[in-house]
């Protein structure tokens, strides 16, 4: 779905992204880690248009979209939540996911004076989605809150559902967890899976928490100093001695290497 070809970025004489190469797979959750600096969060906003790369091509299904800015990868089918949400605060949870919607006649003064009809039908259909979008995320009993009075957790299965508003291709989600409860981290998790095996969603998340990380993707990548280190399943990573030492040190890899070779000989 998505193919990072030798992709460069440099801010000031920092390689924040330094030739990377890697592929997300249509149809599955990647998962993304690495240590603080590893260079994830520039990625992503690569990805997302927020910032074009010095160097290097960016395909979504083929097509080459390097450069492209966000709302143009929008109408592409590529939607991005973030690590701090960013929901209209002054909107309800349903104004918040009815505003989504791309093409909406209201929005235009021709299509607001002269198809008004039109317009509250589409008006009435998309309010409809939007009911059901919040009963899947267990959110409908908030439908009338104002955004900016729900929890952490919640503003965060406000930005999923966002992207159930349209027909997205792939979902990059930036620390999905962070900040979460571990109530509402299971039910973002389980909604996440949800729309991957049933809706056919393709994610890519960056993530700190391994548990969730190791419950819900596979492949997972990880960087380091704006590289590729390693991928592979989350404990085929989490066992990986260069993944211990760019997240602890040589040193700290060594003692792990050593406590985990001596587990194995007692059992």
């Keep these: 779905m998505i193919s990072i070809q030798n992709i460069y ?25 690495g240590p603080n600096g590893a260079g994830k969060t520039t990625l992503f906003n690569l990805i997302a248009g ?6 290097g091509k960016i395909l979504l299904d083929g097509e ?43 929005e ?30 267990n959110l409908h009993y908030v439908a009338n809150e104002l955004a900016g009075n729900l929890s ?8 999923l559902g966002r992207t159930m508003m ?4 792939v979902v990059i989600l930036d620390e999905v967890g962070a900040g979460v409860n571990r109530t509402l981290l299971k039910e973002i998790g389980d909604a996440i899976q949800i729309m991957n095996r049933e ?20 492949p997972v990548i990880v960087m ?16 990986n001695e260069e993944v211990i030492e760019a997240y602890l040190g040589r040193g700290a890899a060594e003692e792990t290497k050593k406590e985990h070779d001596s587990q194995m000989k007692s059992e």
């Design 152 to 159: 952490g957790g919640q503003k965060k299965l406000l930005e």
């Design 108 to 137: 235009s003064l021709t299509g607001a004076w002269f198809r008004r009809g039109a317009s509250k039908q589409q008006e009435q259909e998309i309010a409809k989605k939007a009911d059901e979008v919040m009963e899947f995320l």
């Design 224 to 239: 380091a100093e704006g590289r590729k280190l390693t991928e592979g399943t989350a404990e085929e990573v989490k066992s």
């Design 50 to 55: 927020t910032f074009a790369p010095d160097r």
């Design 166 to 169: 349209v027909d997205a291709k």
């Design 9 to 33: 970025k440099q801010f000031g004489g920092v390689h924040a992204v330094d030739g990377i190469s890697l592929e997300i797979q249509t149809g599955l959750i990647t998962g993304l880690i």
């Design 64 to 106: 080459d979209v390097t450069g492209l800015k966000p709302h143009q990868l929008f109408s592409k089918g590529l939607l991005r939540t973030f690590q701090i949400a960013h929901e209209f605060f002054s909107l309800t949870v349903r104004e918040n996911l009815m505003m989504v919607s791309p093409g909406q006649i209201g």
């Design 199 to 218: 809706k056919g969603y393709t994610f890519c998340m960056i993530e700190h928490d391994m548990d969730f990380i190791s419950r819900l993707c596979n």
